[in-house]
């Protein structure tokens, strides 16, 4: 653990200005500054289609064929989507997308402004991250550290900073065997650890300055599954940058495809199992397939998944892509049968939230005995009912009752299990 040291706050990040706004706005404006998502209105939260199609036909590329109905839009249906895009992180990239294809004057005026206001927020707390995330990789460079910058920080430090894109922290991949530089790197500049995973975990821990916007998330590999994605072939075809003097890298843009998927699709609460999906993910993901993204390999993304028995979940997710987004098919080969039924129970979940509920338990022992997850923990020389056996054998031996139970009901409410 590091010790806390006071932190050297920026004047020119200070917060506060921004929140002598409509008071209604207070709880949506922060969540942005931490970059977490606004609650929804009093009851549930919304999730019905109606307010879905609405923000993902605000978030395509293209107007054509929505101009006329985003005129006929009432307020009550503008309210849900709001909290819908709130939920989803996705509201400052609302206000850019309408303000790319010259759609802003379509929308009610309240709504321009509430928009407007989260995005300038946003641009505020990204501009802030961008200064820290600078400090932090050159004083790692001073102590010989190379620094891989991943998620959002990859586009973080690109000229000017994206005031689009939601970042609830600085994700940071440093080498495994550098970790003694990084942490005395990090206690030097004031941070303190804040989190720590288990021996083993891919991430060692969080890391919080008073004072800045985000964490530090620190990694010495990309997901909970290495194999898949290791961290040396990230390294291996990282591109190198420089901005003010500061040496650092981000992935491929092949590489930045792959984490978005994994991480979407089957890290941690493995969302491909639940039936769930995170609108700011997939908007993410659907910039990589427009004819002015950076060069992607299509062919190897498909062939890296599927040699992990991940086919299924790759195409599920190119496909929702797809239907909501517009974004173009990249992938060889068409969709298949499993892909489409994934996308058709994702779109019903999300309209009757409850069916998620109930098979949260099936969708953890889906998860936790997933091919991909046995092929890492056990390797492939065995049939995968016997490692799948194994595995269950091992995890109730070494676990009570109550952890396992705990382990099948964990969900995004309990993400670390249920009463946990």
Same mark, same amino acid.
């Given at each position: 653990?590091?010790?806390?040291?006071?932190?050297? *706050?920026? #004047?020119?990040?200070?917060?506060?200005?921004?929140?002598?706004?409509?008071?209604?706005?207070?709880?949506?404006? !922060?969540?942005?500054?931490?970059?977490?998502?606004?609650?929804?209105?009093?009851?549930?939260?919304?999730?019905?289609?109606?307010?879905?199609?609405?923000?993902?036909?605000?978030?395509?590329?293209? @107007?054509?064929?929505?101009?006329?109905?985003?005129?006929?839009?009432?307020?009550?249906?503008?309210?849900?989507?709001?909290?819908?895009?709130?939920?989803?992180?996705?509201? *400052?990239?609302?206000?850019?997308?309408?303000?790319?294809? /010259?759609?802003?004057?379509?929308?009610?005026?309240?709504?321009?402004?509430?928009?407007? +206001?989260?995005?300038?927020?946003?641009?505020?707390?990204?501009?802030?991250?961008? !200064?820290?995330?600078?400090?932090?990789?050159?004083?790692?460079?001073?102590?010989?550290?190379?620094?891989?910058?991943?998620?959002?920080?990859?586009?973080?430090?690109?000229?000017? @900073?994206?005031?689009?894109?939601?970042?609830?922290?600085?994700?940071?991949?440093?080498?495994?065997?550098?970790?003694?530089?990084?942490?005395?790197?990090?206690?030097?500049?004031?941070?303190?650890?804040?989190?720590?995973? *288990?021996?083993?975990?891919?991430?060692?821990?969080?890391?919080?300055?008073?004072? #800045?916007?985000?964490?530090?998330?620190?990694?010495?590999?990309?997901?909970?599954?290495?194999? $898949?994605?290791?961290? !040396?072939?990230?390294?291996?075809?990282?591109?190198?940058?420089?901005?003010?003097?500061?040496?650092?890298?981000?992935?491929?843009?092949?590489?930045?495809?792959?984490?978005?998927?994994?991480?979407?699709?089957?890290?941690?609460?493995?969302?491909?199992?639940?039936?769930?999906? #995170?609108?700011?993910?997939?908007?993410?993901?659907?910039?990589?397939?427009?004819?002015?993204? *950076? /060069?992607?390999?299509?062919?190897?993304?498909?062939?890296?998944?599927?040699?992990?028995? +991940?086919?299924?979940?790759?195409?599920?997710?190119?496909?929702?892509?797809?239907?909501?987004?517009?974004?173009?098919?990249?992938?060889? /080969?068409?969709?298949?049968?499993?892909?489409?039924?994934? $996308?058709?129970?994702?779109?019903?979940?999300?309209?009757?939230?409850?069916?998620?509920?109930?098979?949260?338990?099936?969708?953890?022992?889906?998860?936790?005995?997933?091919?991909?997850?046995? @092929? /890492?923990?056990?390797?492939? !020389?065995?049939?995968? +009912?016997?490692?799948?056996?194994?595995?269950?054998?091992?995890?109730?031996?070494?676990?009570? @009752?109550?952890?396992?139970?705990?382990?099948?009901?964990?969900? #995004?409410?309990?993400?670390?299990?249920?009463?946990?």
């Amino acid at each position: 653990m590091l010790s806390a040291r006071h932190a050297r *706050p920026r #004047e020119n990040c200070a917060t506060g200005a921004v929140d002598r706004h409509d008071l209604l706005l207070r709880a949506a404006i !922060q969540r942005t500054r931490r970059g977490r998502g606004a609650v929804a209105p009093p009851g549930a939260m919304i999730r019905s289609l109606r307010a879905l199609h609405l923000v993902c036909d605000c978030l395509r590329t293209d @107007a054509a064929g929505h101009l006329q109905r985003l005129r006929k839009i009432d307020d009550t249906t503008w309210s849900y989507a709001i909290a819908l895009a709130n939920e989803h992180l996705v509201g *400052p990239a609302l206000h850019a997308a309408l303000e790319r294809t /010259g759609r802003l004057a379509d929308i009610p005026d309240a709504v321009r402004d509430y928009l407007a +206001l989260l995005h300038q927020s946003n641009a505020a707390r990204n501009d802030c991250l961008r !200064q820290q995330a600078l400090e932090l990789i050159g004083a790692l460079g001073n102590a010989g550290v190379d620094a891989l910058l991943l998620k959002g920080g990859a586009t973080l430090l690109s000229a000017p @900073a994206p005031s689009a894109r939601m970042i609830r922290d600085l994700d940071l991949l440093v080498p495994r065997h550098a970790a003694d530089r990084v942490f005395t790197t990090l206690d030097n500049l004031g941070y303190r650890a804040i989190a720590r995973y *288990p021996a083993g975990h891919h991430a060692y821990g969080d890391f919080a300055r008073p004072g #800045e916007p985000g964490a530090v998330d620190l990694h010495f590999e990309l997901i909970d599954t290495p194999h $898949v994605l290791p961290a !040396q072939d990230v390294w291996r075809r990282a591109d190198q940058i420089v901005v003010q003097g500061r040496r650092f890298f981000v992935p491929s843009p092949t590489d930045r495809v792959l984490h978005n998927v994994l991480h979407a699709q089957v890290h941690f609460l493995a969302n491909y199992y639940r039936g769930a999906f #995170e609108l700011r993910q997939l908007h993410e993901f659907a910039s990589f397939t427009r004819d002015d993204a *950076p /060069g992607v390999d299509w062919t190897f993304v498909a062939g890296s998944l599927t040699r992990h028995r +991940l086919r299924t979940p790759l195409h599920a997710y190119a496909l929702l892509a797809h239907r909501l987004l517009d974004a173009p098919w990249k992938l060889p /080969g068409a969709p298949a049968v499993a892909a489409r039924l994934q $996308v058709q129970r994702c779109l019903l979940q999300h309209r009757v939230p409850a069916l998620a509920g109930w098979g949260t338990p099936l969708a953890n022992v889906q998860s936790a005995f997933a091919p991909h997850r046995m @092929a /890492g923990l056990y390797g492939q !020389q065995s049939p995968l +009912l016997q490692r799948r056996l194994h595995h269950a054998s091992r995890f109730l031996r070494k676990r009570d @009752a109550g952890d396992w139970i705990a382990r099948l009901l964990r969900s #995004e409410a309990h993400p670390r299990g249920w009463r946990r």
